[in-house]
């Protein structure tokens, strides 16, 4: 499993757009990007998931650069609602399982 | 379709004691697991499994058993509840072995307290 570093914490203010960046540089040729979302007590979801450059879906955007060493997981215009723990997870055919990270804790200001 | 279910969701057990947390999935999945989650924490894996009859660590697999005797069903077991194994277990399934080129689908949890 290919180690990544998100920032433990971030604000931002509703109707904002937020970017959360995580690196994995030691990401595998074969390894995938995914990002899942935790509200408070609430198991994990899925929101996205990419291998290269851009991926858009009705809940975010998902930008990797070339080098694949790190990727940003965009979030239009947030509301309160979007408050919750977002966890960046890399991993590909060697990897039977997952093993989440401490994530990222998004607070969202009125 | 009730995707992945938990039960209990709340349970209080005394220091010693034993129990079962159930999971159940309905969308014939192959890979299970389980996870505990602790106040402010990440997620912790304790068992995983990628198919009926096949079970391994995870990160934190002391004082839990599991077993998979079916595709739908994998249970936690608790062999002597300990306070330090407050917290909240999450059971998660998904599609195929390799989960990662897929997704996972997550219970709403059990809250288990000891005390």
């Known amino acids: 499993l290919a180690k990544t570093t998100q920032p433990i914490s971030m604000d931002s203010y509703e109707g904002q757009e937020v970017n959360i960046t995580c690196s994995h540089n030691?990401?595998?040729?074969?390894?995938?990007i995914t990002w899942y979302q935790q509200f408070p007590s609430q198991g994990p979801r899925f929101i996205i998931q990419g291998y290269k450059t851009k991926v858009t879906n009705e809940v975010a955007s998902l930008f990797i650069p070339a080098d694949r060493k790190s990727s940003t997981l965009s979030l239009p215009r947030v509301s309160l609602s979007d408050t919750a723990v977002y966890y960046c997870?890399?991993?590909?055919?060697?990897?039977?399982?997952?093993?989440f990270g401490k994530g990222t804790r998004l607070h969202i200001l009125p | 379709n009730a995707g992945v279910t938990q039960t209990p969701k709340f349970q209080v057990l005394k220091t010693g004691q034993s129990m079962t947390l159930q999971c159940a999935q309905d969308?014939?999945?192959?890979?299970m697991s389980w996870y505990r989650q602790d106040p402010g924490m990440g997620l912790r894996l304790i068992h995983y499994s990628v198919g009926a009859g096949i079970t391994d660590q995870g990160e934190v697999p002391n004082g839990y058993n599991v077993s998979r005797s079916t595709t739908e069903d994998f249970p936690l077991r608790l062999l002597s509840a300990a306070p330090s194994q407050t917290s909240v277990y999450f059971c998660?399934?998904?599609?195929?072995?390799?989960?990662?080129?897929?997704?996972?689908?997550f219970g709403q949890g059990t809250r288990l307290t000891v005390v």
């Open positions: 969308m014939n999945h192959e890979y």
């Open positions: 998660a399934s998904g599609p195929g072995r390799r989960i990662f080129y897929t997704e996972a689908f």
């Open positions: 997870l890399v991993g590909g055919f060697r990897d039977d399982k997952i093993i």
């Open positions: 030691n990401i595998a040729t074969n390894d995938y």
